[in-house]
Nanobody, 122 residues
Framework: QVQLVESGGGLVQAGGSLRLSCAAS????????MGWFRQAPGKEREFVAT????????NYADSVKGRFTISRDSAKNTVYLQMNNLNPEDTAVYYC???????????????WGQGTQVTVSS
């Protein structure tokens, strides 16, 4: 049974930092795309960042470029999201995703974590 478990969320003041972790179990995702998405209250889930399998190329939403960094530790089957210079607009539930087949993109067949709340106060 595949599980993705996020951790590291919490309450932080504007300008602060948080590091999210997502540990996968049940199978390895070292060659698969993994990523982070978020959903704010009353809004649709949106893309934040992805990292490809094997070559670890990264892609970011414009709203987080230069502030967030996605990385992975394939040996630990874990993906991270370092979030710096947070602002209240970053407040959301952050979800980890891992694609079961593709190395370069997250598709509709992805596995999802349960989410971790990030709240940024002004």
């Amino acid at each position: 049974q595949v599980q993705l478990v996020e951790s590291g969320g919490g309450l932080v003041q504007a300008g602060g930092s948080l590091r999210l972790s997502c540990a996968a179990s049940g199978r390895t995702f070292s060659k698969n795309a993994m990523g982070w998405f978020r959903q704010a209250p009353g809004k649709e889930r949106e893309f934040v960042a992805t990292i490809t399998g094997s070559d670890s190329m990264t892609n970011y939403a414009d709203s987080v470029k230069g502030r967030f960094t996605i990385s992975r530790d394939s040996a630990k089957n874990t993906v991270y999201l370092q979030m710096n210079n947070l602002n209240p607009e970053d407040t959301a539930v952050y979800y980890c995703a891992a694609d079961p087949l593709y190395s370069r993109s997250i598709t509709m067949n992805a596995y999802w974590g349960q989410g971790t709340q990030v709240t940024v106060s002004s």
